[in-house]
């Protein structure tokens, strides 16, 4: 159809109406009477004329215009295009497919942006697709104090946004596949009177961060997927925010997803995740990143589904998150990775049920998780695991037992895993390469009098292994003595007792005559046996280059 005249005086109750593969659509304003038709539809029309007055009368009540397909028009808004001028009641416009599209305002009619913000009132959602040339928008867009939500997709020449702060009421933003885009305004960021809830950021393949200093302190949820150059949220590069704070402790931050950002190393470059984040969903994690740590995020359930793509992941490490209930599934096949650290999840139930990685995993530490019941599976299996950190109300270890490979071996408040390795009668004597051993009790514990720990049925004495170097007595409340095996750890040199109020007794041969260190605190019994000033062990010391005690 080559022309389209309409009129429509004759249809008073008309709700919504749309207008299609027309070269050219002729509004003739003077005569037509819009009555109560609140939803307009243009598409498909390369040209529109607008003949006669002021439209506001006749169109009262239309709150939703949608403009499509319009391929000549450069801006919208311009003085002669009466009906987006007087549209006050308008609540949400939708132009999309405008690929000749630069700005939403015509830059040489100066009043149209007070126009804009004028006659543009009552607006709360504005959505822009598919308009290939669209470089900015005006500064007045930003104005529109009903502005609810701002969709911006597939604007792939847009630069940037007016540096200005957000609508008051502003509460989601999403932008997807906007190519060019590089920044975003910091004006955004640290406006201390945002409502920014949601920010969601897909495909924008120039961006390399979100924000310089921090963001919107209002966000709720933020969103971050395909954005191939961004390498972390905030940079921190020390621009200065209005808002006298830089920190995040105002943070309502408690959603956070990234997916498929390959250039990603570090979500905040100096600063903690959110004490407020419930959710945190790093998926498709890129090929590169070797680190994910996840700290004092109180409410956090969730990390991720599943972490077996991350071919390079080297480190995980999860502190403070006291309500995290899983773990990510394939744990097993990350095969770079070499430490996991887990400290104080007291709602951890289990790991998932592949296990650990076999292949480089040198440190494990979990402590603190006070649901979690059993360490992972085939955990003697880890052949290369060298340091181990136990610690929490675990009830037992596996009949296989812990891996004999082991350097240094820390045990936290959990006699369990001692009564478990007598049990078995696979002592500690197994472990011929342990350099470094931690043991610290708990209150409660009326099992340790005598250490190392002896049965008193077999009448034998739980064996250390020879090759010690380092051994820590830590918080046994009812441990009274040293055991005579002892002396045997001839290759050792640091030995520290400490929170051991009833410890009283030394072995009659004294100490490995190996020891350069001795350090004691909390223990006031034996300290006051160890006195340089007649203390009765004080002979059986004086081999010791360092003997450090503390009342």
């Not at 008309?14 to 109560?36: N, Y």
């Not at 972490?307 to 995290?324: P, V």
């Not at 009833?502 to 909390?522: A, H, R, T, V």
Request: proline fraction near 5%; hydrophobic fraction near 35%; aromatic fraction near 6%.
């Amino acid at each position: 159809m080559q022309r389209i005249v309409i009129s429509i005086t004759s249809l008073p109750a008309l709700c919504k109406m749309e207008i299609g593969g027309c070269k050219k659509v002729v509004w003739r304003s003077a005569t037509d009477h819009l009555g109560s038709q609140n939803s307009v539809v243009c598409r498909d029309a390369s040209n529109q004329v607008f003949l006669a007055g002021p439209l506001k009368p006749r169109i009262p009540k239309l709150e939703e215009l949608k403009i499509n397909n319009i391929q000549n028009e450069t801006c919208i808004w311009k003085s002669h295009n009466e009906l987006l001028q007087d549209i006050c009641s308008l609540k949400r416009l939708t132009i999309t497919s405008c690929p000749k599209l630069q700005s939403l305002v015509a830059e040489e009619e100066k009043d149209q942006q007070q126009q804009l913000c004028q006659l543009s009132c009552r607006l709360e959602y504005l959505i822009l697709s598919y308009c290939e040339g669209l470089v900015k928008l005006p500064q007045s867009s930003f104005s529109l104090s009903s502005l609810r939500e701002i969709e911006i997709f597939k604007c792939s020449s847009l630069v940037s946004f007016p540096e200005v702060a957000l609508p008051s009421k502003l509460k989601k933003i999403q932008i997807g596949e906007c190519d060019a885009l590089k920044s975003l305004p910091e004006a955004w960021m640290c406006d201390t009177n945002s409502s920014l809830e949601i920010l969601s950021i897909h495909g924008c393949r120039s961006l390399t961060y979100i924000a310089a200093v921090q963001l919107p302190s209002s966000l709720k949820m933020l969103t971050i997927w395909y954005c191939d150059n961004i390498r972390t949220l905030t940079v921190e590069e020390g621009i200065q925010c209005s808002s006298s704070s830089r920190r995040y402790t105002s943070y309502l931050l408690e959603h956070l997803g990234i997916r498929y950002c390959p250039s990603l190393t570090c979500i905040f470059s100096k600063n903690e995740l959110p004490a407020t984040l419930e959710s945190l969903e790093v998926g498709n994690l890129p090929p590169s990143l070797k680190s994910l740590r996840v700290r004092y995020c109180s409410k956090l359930e969730s990390i991720a589904e599943r972490l077996d793509n991350n071919t390079s992941l080297e480190t995980i490490s999860i502190y403070n998150c006291e309500n995290l209930k899983i773990l990510p599934s394939g744990l097993h096949k990350l095969h770079q990775l070499r430490e996991i650290s887990i400290g104080s999840c007291g709602n951890l139930v289990s790991f998932p049920g592949g296990g650990l990685p076999c292949a480089k995993l040198t440190a494990l530490e979990i402590y603190d998780c006070k649901r979690l019941k059993a360490l992972p599976k085939g955990l003697h299996n880890l052949s290369t695991l060298q340091d181990l950190t136990i610690g929490g109300a675990l009830l037992s270890l596996e009949e296989d037992g812990l891996p004999t490979n082991l350097h240094s071996l820390v045990i936290r408040g959990n006699m369990e895993i001692w009564k478990s390795m007598i049990e078995w009668g696979r002592g500690f004597h197994r472990f011929s390469s342990l350099r470094h051993l931690t043991i610290d009790g708990c209150d409660d514990d009326t099992m340790m009098v005598s250490f190392p720990l002896e049965d008193k049925r077999l009448g034998t004495v739980l064996r250390l292994p020879t090759t010690l170097t380092s051994l820590r007595i830590e918080d046994f409340p009812n441990l009274e003595r040293l055991s005579s095996s002892i002396i045997d750890l001839r290759n050792l040199t640091e030995l520290v007792l400490r929170g051991c109020p009833k410890l009283k007794y030394f072995p009659e041969k004294g100490l490995p005559s190996s020891l350069l260190e001795l350090w004691i605190s909390g223990c006031p019994l034996i300290e006051e046996k160890c006195r340089k000033d007649g203390g009765q062990y004080w002979d059986l010391l004086t081999h010791i280059p360092l003997v450090a005690i503390y009342g």
